[in-house]
């Protein structure tokens, strides 16, 4: 029984009886019991000695949806209770599980069982606490556990010191579990810290989110870091310590990818004084990301108290303890819709306000928005899209797509939403709700009239504004999957929340915009086949047999049915986003763009060949014309990938930037017809870089006109490569550069005609066609004959652009969520543009040039074919939702592109007519 | 040079700084410090080898890529040891990496930052064009943190237009106590340009080397630094003290025989594994021979071998390998 009274034992039931004596005993008495312990291990063996532990945890879901355990009765903390126990001991721990999926109780490093607890269920765990050290315990759910089940135990020595601190003269002192004046627990999850703290006592007290834990000169503090998911490094300023098991003093330590730990003492302040020492996550993506806080250091006669950091419990909307600051929390995640997922998402969904997204939270001034990438495979950043004029710490940004999360404190009342620059259709958006209106809650701040900033530069926009409101609607669109255009179901339905929101033109109650079945139907197919078939990315659509979304949905031109569905549950293939097919047509090559994979499919059977690990967040594909090597552009990273033809490794990576420079983030670029050429739009540089198929950066041109954040995301070429067409989402322009030296020649406005205060189209480009315009355009294809410019545009708009002038034409109308464009040879001569829709179902057919007399302002939607599967659909899986949705990369086979499809084989050539095989005329 | 043309005032200069500190109420406790240091030292260090270092360091741009992008770099202005003057050992360019400078453990440190980058002077609400010296490792008070004040809630602690109403220095000086037991390879880096983590990831960062009193000595010292997209490195002549090839991937020469040191450091995003081809190395602190480390940003890792044979040093990182990041180490 010594042994339980040495220990700092958190257990309940078992250390009932003791708990007393251990918590209230003074500290003489301690080391007086010390003493007796010390000295009956030396007259004993230490097996004697070892101690049972009975622990009872209990996992509960938090206010602010994040998960928990609570120890006994006690409130449920992040992170969880610490336990302390000595080498040798045994720990029993019985789980409860009061929350609504299965958890677990895991250790890494210590065997147990991996058993789950269903919801409402319990079981019990037992470790052997072998050898000493501090180990992370989590709830072992494959990412979910990042929401908050995660804690530590610390095994130390059953006897002698259990650590030892550098001293101000250099000289190592060894530590004793008396001599220690506090210890903190900080978890490194995503890119937050979740500390506690356990004073002399014993007594454990909640630090919350990026705490300021507090301490007074010279007291010997012990820190245990631990980590759970992606990897960090550990820094506190101005003091040093022993890497653990060496004798080496460090002040920065790694802590790995997966589950890691480091605990270290220090003195406080020795050598350096009183002062508010940061630490943080040394990861400059995490640092960009909000992952830091201090350690303050009071001067002797301080109480040395620190401050608790965001609490889920705090003043958050529903928050059970609004006297603190609090924290709600989007975990990351490669689900439609659900991006940006609130942790509690579904009981938002499930309130009486007619909530449909998962996306949205409401805080009250001065607390904290928490992100943890805990569901996705993929790299993203955390990116202030939009926020209240004048607000603190905005925009929120890091100079990197990175894996980890983001944490922002939140003062200015209004609505901020974020991004990802990488995913630029994943959003979050959050209402810092003003205490001191009541008539709703506020888009905006009351000092500045309820108006908000852009990040592309454009300043105190009212929240009453045709774009606010514009934006508002696809926010509650693009996140909520009930919004979106089902064709297979013959009617639409929007709705919109049922909230009072205070803007700039006073309350509005977007349910007054609300859709209310409206008829939907397909429409008919083309008249006129196509040639060969058409793949489409259907990127959104769920099979039964593998947890991330995606297929490719395979349409026969000659029927216009949907002929086949490649799902490759084999590998969980994750958002499927972009392809290209090799010289002869027989393999199609596909991104993942949610991942680091990128997969070769036999065209013909839909059979995987081969997945491939190429670079966080490949987006696009294209081949090199006259090599048929393979080019991918890792939108995650800092380069493009290539693999040989006909092989299956990434050889190497070109560089997008010079070394050191910031990361470009190429998305969907493009190659010159010669093949000498690589094109890419740089999300996060905002350029069109040109680089030498065998490397070489040949130009850099900024896009943005010199305001910020044009997001080039697309690029097309002409057949000749005389001039490139980048789009530019955020500015709603097309950026026209020369092919061969790639300065900028134009800038096409997509919204000259569009008025962002009053929604009034009046002709501001004077092209005759007040009502042609394009809102956040993205593919920008030109037809392989070189006479024009498709672009799909996500706010639903088709814009066609006559090459000879560099003017729009016309724009023709697209689902919500129009995003992806190329061109397939039509029968009997000519092209039709494929246009996909993320949030409708059907595929759109465009032709350019319907009388065959070139002339554009006569393009029409030839038609529609649904892309939902039906009887005659080879499947390798079950499609179980969002049947069809998520239209993003389309290929059409044959590849009729000039510089490829003079490389076509006999056989599709035959199916093609002389001009189609010399699209300029060669 | 261009740099003492544009502000030929050093006197003023050096009474700006001391403004600056004497306008902070926690000037006495610097002096407080110093006097604790100054104890310390006494108490603890055989006197008669404890140096005292002046620096004086500038920032500028550098490796401009042609199309409007820079990178930031450090540059030595002076350095002198018990007045004596060494400046000749380091680049006369702002290099990246920035100088590495190698101190004996009980020496102490006055460094002063200047600022070269267009425009810093000019206040700009919510951006700090400071430029500051946040170093590892060794003993220094608060003011000598080289963060911003909404970080240390002191002051601008940096060179140039900080975050504060009148946080403007045009120098600003550090105090560094390299006292027992911060031996070792510690980073400094850049904590306050444009926010308040700075910019060590484009180019503003160096290293000291903090040897305990009567080291071995090397042949050659390598410096490496472990970038999102390369090494930069750098190596000093054991000899002479000159340092040399600064930049990307360099290639490190070493004569057959001798005993070279390798000093890691990692920056920036990634977290790197290390390799050194066909060599091994004991792991700092222990008595175990490794041939390879797991490595995170600012962490540091320092060894020595004997070159034996030509070799490859590269970075495991999937991305980072396929990008190149590697160097030769080249025997003779």
New interface residues.
């Given amino acids: 029984m010594f042994s339980k009274c040495e220990n700092l034992l958190m257990d309940d039931k078992n250390s009932k009886m003791n708990s007393k004596e251990t918590y209230g005993l003074n500290r003489p008495i301690m080391q007086l019991i010390k003493c007796m312990v010390v000295a009956a291990a030396l007259l004993t063996s230490s097996v004697v000695l070892a101690a049972v532990h009975n622990i009872t945890l209990t996992a509960k879901t938090l206010p602010n949806g994040q998960l928990a355990y609570a120890l006994g009765g006690n409130e449920a903390v992040i992170p969880g209770p610490t336990l302390f126990v000595k080498e040798g001991d045994t720990v029993n721990v019985t789980l409860n599980n009061d929350t609504s999926i299965r958890v677990g109780f895991k250790i890494p490093g210590l065997q147990q069982s991996s058993a789950k607890v269903k919801p409402g269920e319990n079981k019990k765990y037992t470790i052997k606490a072998k050898k000493a050290g501090t180990y992370a315990y989590h709830g072992n759910m494959d990412g979910k556990e990042l929401l908050g089940l995660f804690g530590a135990l610390v095994v130390d020595k059953a006897n002698g010191p259990v650590d030892r601190y550098?001293?101000?003269?250099?000289?190592t002192v060894p530590v004793t579990q008396s001599d220690i004046t506090k210890q903190f627990v900080l978890f490194m999850v995503g890119s937050t810290f979740w500390g506690s703290e356990i004073a002399s006592d014993g007594t454990q007290k909640p630090l919350w989110a990026n705490p300021h834990p507090g301490a007074v000169e010279n007291d010997i503090v012990r820190f245990h870091i631990l980590s759970v998911g992606p990897?960090?490094?550990f820094?506190l300023?101005?003091h040093?310590w022993?890497?653990t098991?060496?004798?080496?003093?460090?002040?920065?330590?790694?802590?790995?990818?997966g589950s890691d730990t480091h605990s270290f003492t220090v003195k406080a302040g020795t050598?350096?004084?009183?002062?508010?020492?940061?630490y943080h996550c040394?990861?400059?993506?995490?640092?960009?990301a909000g992952m830091?806080g201090?350690f303050i250091v009071d001067p002797v006669g301080g109480d040395g108290a620190g401050i608790v950091g965001a609490s889920p419990y705090g003043n958050i909307l529903l928050g059970t303890k609004p006297n603190e600051p609090g924290v709600v929390t989007f975990e990351v995640s490669d689900e439609p819709a659900s991006w940006f997922r609130s942790a509690r998402g579904d009981a938002i969904v499930g309130l009486p306000f007619d909530i449909k997204t998962k996306s949205l939270e409401v805080i009250y001034p001065g607390s904290s928005v928490n992100f943890v990438m805990s569901d996705t495979n993929g790299v993203h950043t955390i990116s202030s899209l939009l926020w209240p004029t004048g607000a603190q710490h905005m925009p929120f940004d890091q100079?990197?797509a990175?894996r980890g999360g983001g944490f922002v404190t939140l003062h200015t009342p209004g609505l901020y939403v974020f991004t990802c620059k990488v995913h630029p259709y994943m959003f979050g958006a959050v209402i810092v709700d003003d205490p001191g209106t009541d008539q709703g809650f506020d888009l905006g701040n009351s000092q500045n009239n309820y108006t908000i900033d852009l990040v592309t530069g454009l300043k105190n926009l009212p929240t009453s504004s045709d774009l606010a409101v514009r934006l508002l609607k696809t926010f509650f669109i693009a996140t909520a999957p009930v919004n979106w255009q089902d064709y297979s179901t013959g009617q639409w339905n929007v709705k919109f929340p049922n909230l009072p929101l205070i803007t700039s033109g006073g309350v509005v109650n977007l349910s007054t915009l609300n859709i209310n079945g409206q008829a939907l139907s397909v429409g008919l197919t083309p008249k006129k086949p196509g040639v060969g078939e058409v793949w489409i990315n259907t990127q959104f659509e769920k099979t039964a047999g593998k947890d991330k979304p995606g297929t490719s949905t395979v349409v026969n031109t000659s029927t216009w049915q949907v002929t086949r569905k490649v799902a490759l549950p084999q590998i969980n293939n994750n958002n499927p986003h972009n392809m290209w097919s090799n010289r002869d047509q027989s393999v199609i090559y596909q991104t993942q763009w949610f991942d680091n994979k990128f997969s070769m499919i036999n065209r013909e059977t839909g059979e995987l060949i081969k997945n491939i690990?190429v670079?966080?967040s490949p987006s696009h594909v294209v081949t090199i014309p006259n090599t048929d090597d393979i080019t991918i552009a890792?939108n995650g990273?800092?380069?493009i990938?290539m693999i040989p033809a006909g092989t299956t490794n990434?050889?190497?990576?070109l560089?997008t930037?010079?070394?050191?420079?910031?990361?470009a983030n190429p998305h969907g670029h493009w190659i010159s017809a010669d093949g000498s050429k690589i094109v890419t739009p740089n999300i996060n540089?905002n350029?069109i870089g040109i680089y030498g198929t065998d490397g070489g950066?040949h130009?850099?041109?900024?896009t943005g006109n010199n305001a910020p954040g044009a997001h080039p995301i697309a690029i097309g070429m002409m057949p000749d490569s005389s001039k490139i067409y980048a789009a530019n989402l955020l500015h709603h322009s097309l950026s026209v550069l020369d092919g061969s030296t790639g300065a900028l020649l134009t800038t096409i406005d997509l919204i000259a005609d569009y008025n962002p205060i009053t929604g009034a189209f009046v002709d501001g480009d004077q092209n005759n066609d007040p009502e042609a315009y394009g809102i956040l355009p993205i593919q920008s294809p030109v037809s392989p004959d070189g006479k024009a410019v498709v672009i799909a545009s996500t706010g639903g708009q088709i814009v066609i652009v006559d090459t000879a002038t560099d003017k729009i034409v016309k724009s023709l109308l697209c689902d919500p969520g129009c995003h992806g464009a190329n061109f397939g040879a039509k029968e009997g001569g000519g092209y039709y543009a494929y246009v996909t829709t993320k949030f409708g179902n059907r595929l759109t057919v465009v032709d350019l040039d319907p009388d065959n007399d070139g002339d554009l302002r006569k393009a029409k939607i030839a038609g529609y074919v649904s892309l939902v599967d039906t009887a005659n659909t080879t499947k390798d899986d079950t499609v179980s939702s969002l049947p069809g949705f998520g239209g993003q990369g389309v290929l059409a086979v044959p590849n009729v592109y000039n510089g490829w499809v003079q490389n076509l084989p006999k056989h599709w050539k035959d199916t093609l007519t002389d001009a189609q095989q010399n699209p300029i005329g060669q | 040079m261009s740099f003492q043309m544009n502000q030929p005032c050093g006197a003023m200069e050096l009474s700006e700084n001391s403004n600056a500190t004497q306008s902070s109420p926690h000037h006495v406790l610097l002096k407080q410090f110093l006097v604790v240091f100054l104890v310390l030292a006494l108490a603890f260090i055989d006197k008669s080898l404890a140096a005292e270092h002046v620096i004086q360091l500038t920032a500028k741009e550098t490796r401009a890529d042609g199309f409007g992008n820079e990178l930031l770099a450090y540059k030595m202005v002076s350095h002198t040891v018990n007045g004596q003057d060494i400046t000749s050992r380091y680049s006369s360019e702002a290099t990246i990496p920035g100088p590495t400078i190698e101190l004996t453990e009980g020496d102490t440190v006055e460094i002063s930052i200047f600022n070269e980058i267009f425009n810093n002077d000019v206040q700009v609400p919510g951006i700090s064009k400071q430029v500051s010296i946040h170093v590892h490792g060794v003993h220094y008070n608060i003011l000598s943190d080289g963060t911003l004040k909404v970080i240390n809630k002191v002051d601008d602690e940096g060179a140039g237009a900080g975050l504060e109403p009148g946080a403007v220095y045009s120098v600003y000086t550090y105090t560094w106590n390299v006292a027992p037991g911060t031996v070792g390879t510690w980073a400094y880096h850049d904590h306050n340009f444009e926010t308040h983590n700075g910019a060590e990831h484009r180019g503003l960062f160096g290293a000291i080397i903090v040897n305990p009193i009567g080291a071995a000595h090397y042949a050659k010292e390598y410096v490496l630094y472990l970038g999102d997209d390369a090494f930069w490195g750098m190596e000093i002549n054991g000899a002479t003290k000159k340092q040399s090839k600064h930049g990307p991937n360099p290639t490190l020469t070493a004569k057959e025989d001798t005993h070279v040191r390798f000093h890691l450091i990692a920056l920036g995003t990634d977290l790197h594994t290390f390799k050194l081809n066909g060599y091994q190395w004991f792991d700092p602190g222990t008595t175990n021979r490794i041939n390879e480390v797991a490595i995170g940003p600012l962490e540091k890792h320092v060894f020595s071998i004997k070159a034996e044979h030509s070799a490859h040093y590269e970075d495991k990182n999937l991305s980072n390998k396929l990008l190149g990041m590697r160097g030769k180490f080249n025997v003779q």
């Fill in positions: 550098v001293e101000a003269n250099g000289n990897g960090h490094t820094h300023h101005a040093r022993f890497k098991g060496t004798n080496e003093v460090i002040d920065t330590k790694l802590l790995a990818e050598g350096v004084g009183a002062g508010n020492w940061q040394h990861l400059i993506a995490h640092m960009e830091h201090s100079s990197s990175y690990t670079g966080y890792i990273e800092n380069g990938s990434v050889t190497k990576m560089p930037q010079d070394h050191g420079h910031i990361s540089t350029d950066i130009a850099r041109t900024p």
